[in-house]
């Protein structure tokens, strides 16, 4: 089992920045890829970065490439994501989500833990 808590999330305005942490309990941290998603009002949930085990891989969809960066600490078991010129429509509960295998997965099913969220809130 992997208990993951998702932090930094709050209100920041158009063209400013956040950065989330999610924080894993699991011992063997490392050995598998993370992601992130969110999930606006009204809107399926969405995949916005994902990250393999060592951190040599990554992953982000085109509305935040360039804007969103990923990273992932194993030592301290913990994974960030970075948001940078942050839009209204970035606005969103923002979920950490972990895999049982070591290669980002593309999808919510290839996920098996997940944090609670964080809301993230864009003012324009």
């Known amino acids: 089992q992997v208990h993951l808590v998702e932090s930094g999330g709050g209100l920041a305005q158009a063209g400013g920045s956040l950065r989330l942490s999610c924080a894993a309990s699991?011992?063997?941290?490392?050995?598998?890829?993370m992601g992130w998603f969110r999930q606006a009002p009204g809107k399926k949930r969405e995949l916005v970065a994902a990250i393999n085990w060592n951190g040599d891989s990554t992953f982000y969809p085109d509305s935040v490439k360039g804007r969103f960066t990923i990273s992932r600490d194993n030592v301290k078991s913990t994974v960030y994501l970075q948001m940078n010129r942050l839009k209204p429509e970035d606005t969103a509960v923002y979920y950490c989500a972990a895999e049982n295998a070591p290669t980002i997965g593309w999808t919510e099913d290839e996920y098996d833990y997940w944090g609670q969220g964080t809301q993230v809130t864009v003012s324009s």
């Open positions: 699991r011992r063997t941290f490392g050995t598998e890829a």
